[in-house]
């Protein structure tokens, strides 16, 4: 049974830092052609973030780059995404997702709120 469950959000001031992490379980992470990081603001269509090749390419949205990194830790067993300069449009629940061609799996989610 695939499961990914993310963790590490909470309230966070603007300018502050977080870093989320993504545990996965059966090997998920280490077998997946992609890991991800996506997001969904209230009222929002849910939005890609981040994403980390097997081979280990990073891709990140313009709203995120230079902010925002995807790492993995070395046993293959968490994907991290650390968030510097936090700004209240961050604010949204982070979900990670693993993509195993042709399958798809995602997470249950982690609130970021962003606020002073």
């Known amino acids: 049974q695939v499961q990914l469950v993310e963790s590490g959000g909470g309230l966070v001031q603007p300018g502050g830092s977080l870093r989320l992490s993504c545990a996965g379980s059966?090997?998920?992470?280490?077998?997946?052609?992609?890991m991800g990081w996506y997001r969904q603001a209230p009222g929002k269509q849910r939005e890609w973030v981040a994403e980390?090749?097997?081979?280990?390419?990073?891709r990140y949205a313009e709203s995120v780059k230079g902010r925002f990194t995807i790492s993995r830790d070395g046993a293959y067993s968490t994907v991290y995404l650390q968030m510097n300069s936090l700004k209240p449009e961050d604010t949204a629940v982070y979900f990670c997702?693993?993509?195993?061609?042709?399958?798809?799996?995602w997470g249950q989610g982690t609130q970021v709120t962003v606020s002073s």
């Open positions: 997702q693993a993509y195993r061609h042709p399958d798809r799996y």
């Open positions: 980390l090749t097997s081979g280990g390419s990073t």
């Open positions: 059966a090997g998920i992470i280490f077998s997946s052609n992609v």
